[in-house]
């Protein structure tokens, strides 16, 4: 079965930093580009960061660029977010996803959210003002 796992969300102030972590188990996704997504209330899921199976790519949405920071650990099928300058605005509950597809051409590079096959059940970050 397989399972993702996020965990490290939490309740910081605004400018704090929080590390997510996304445990994958049931299969390995070293071969596979992960992203993280987040929704906010009211509001449609939005992918934030994705990166390469290699880790040597990867896609940052506007909103967190240079406050976001996404990496891997394929020895230990694991997916990391650290964030950095936190706002209000960030406020969202947070998943980890994995790439349905193991080749892109490099403008389709990093697809939809539709296209991401396998779901985490999602850790909260909450930031205060």
């Known amino acids: 079965q397989v399972r993702l796992v996020e965990s490290g969300g939490g309740l910081v102030q605004t400018g704090g930093s929080l590390r997510l972590s996304c445990a994958a188990s049931?299969?390995?996704?070293?071969?596979?580009?992960m992203a993280w997504f987040r929704q906010a209330p009211g509001k449609e899921r939005e992918m934030v960061a994705a990166?390469?199976?290699?880790?040597?790519?990867?896609y940052y949405a506007d909103s967190v660029k240079g406050r976001f920071t996404i990496s891997r650990d394929n020895a230990q099928n694991t997916l990391y977010l650290q964030i950095d300058s936190l706002k209000p605005e960030d406020t969202a509950v947070y998943y980890c996803a994995v790439d349905g597809l193991q080749t892109r051409r490099l403008g389709d590079w990093p697809g939809k959210e539709y296209e991401y096959d396998y779901w985490g059940q999602g850790t909260q970050v909450t930031v205060s003002s």
């Open positions: 990166i390469s199976w290699s880790g040597g790519r990867t």
């Open positions: 049931g299969r390995t996704f070293s071969s596979y580009a």
